[in-house]
């Protein structure tokens, strides 16, 4: 896409925070409380100047920025409702150091493992334990293996709609323009979707049977607490300003 192969294209956000070191403020867990929060910030100037980082180390330019989801904990073993129960477990990880400190800080042992690998570790018990948003552990069928889900909520998902930047250049100023409020459209379209779907996969999960835990705010928060060790270095090596941006969590929402 990048190459210009392709003019439109998303996906998550946490695969361009190497190169556009200020999208790892979407990555520091237990930052977010409710995503409708996150969108106003998005829509804002957080929003534009993360565009504008990565239009800057890039060939991107962000058309929009997409809900990708909560992401929960599920495992094999047993209910996770204190960082105590996640001790020794085997816990599938991206190739993320920051994500591999948290999950250690909380107990778990970290084993990283592709994405195209990660249902066969499950079926197999060569993991105990991983994290996805509740479409992904429905649409994989990871709750056919896990039987316990913790509603963690650890980390909002960002998903960035991306275009071409030397397409979008290119192109007439009414195509732009059609397209921009075309994506502005869909944007808006595909959160309400994301939010109605959660609740509508976490009802099914229900119905199969799987144990859910809602954390309470004080549960959520010794997980928060437990974790920030290894979250402070990562915090504080990005702009301060940038940090303020982000909407202060205020108790737990799905």
């Keep these: 896409m990048e190459g210009g192969a392709l003019e439109l294209g998303y996906f998550s956000t946490s695969y361009l925070a190497e190169r556009a070191p200020e999208l790892a403020v979407l990555d520091l867990p237990f930052a977010v409380a409710r995503r409708e929060a996150v969108y106003a910030a998005l829509d804002g100037e957080l929003g534009r ?3 504008d980082g990565l239009a800057a180390r890039s060939g991107f330019r962000v058309l929009g ?4 989801g909560f992401r929960h904990l599920t495992n094999r073993v047993r209910p996770l409702r204190a960082p105590a129960d996640c ?6 990880t991206l190739a993320s150091a ?4 948290v999950f250690r800080a909380l107990g778990f042992e970290p084993v990283f493992l592709d994405p195209k690998d990660l249902v066969p570790a499950v079926r197999s018990g060569a993991v105990d334990a991983q994290e996805n948003p ?3 552990i429905w649409n994989f069928g990871i709750h056919a293996d896990h ?3 913790t509603l963690s909520a650890h980390v909002f998902g960002v998903a960035a709609l991306l275009c071409h930047a030397a397409s979008w250049r290119a192109w007439p100023a ?5 397209v921009a409020e075309a994506a502005a459209e869909a944007g808006a379209a595909q959160r309400r979707l994301a939010a109605a779907e959660d609740v509508d996969v976490l009802a099914r999960l229900e119905a199969a049977g ?5 954390l309470t705010d004080d549960e959520r928060g010794a997980f928060a607490r437990a974790v920030e060790p290894a979250v402070a270095p990562a915090r504080d090596g990005l702009d301060a300003r940038l940090r303020a941006l982000l909407p202060a969590p205020a108790g737990f929402r799905r």
């Design 49 to 51: 100047r993360l565009a």
């Design 147 to 149: 039987r316990h889900l």
């Design 98 to 101: 920051l994500q591999q400190a």
């Design 174 to 178: 009414e195509v732009r323009q059609a």
């Design 65 to 68: 920025w997409w809900d990708n």
């Design 87 to 92: 001790r020794g477990l085997r816990l599938r």
């Design 134 to 136: 509740l479409t992904n």
């Design 210 to 214: 799987v144990a859910i835990v809602r």
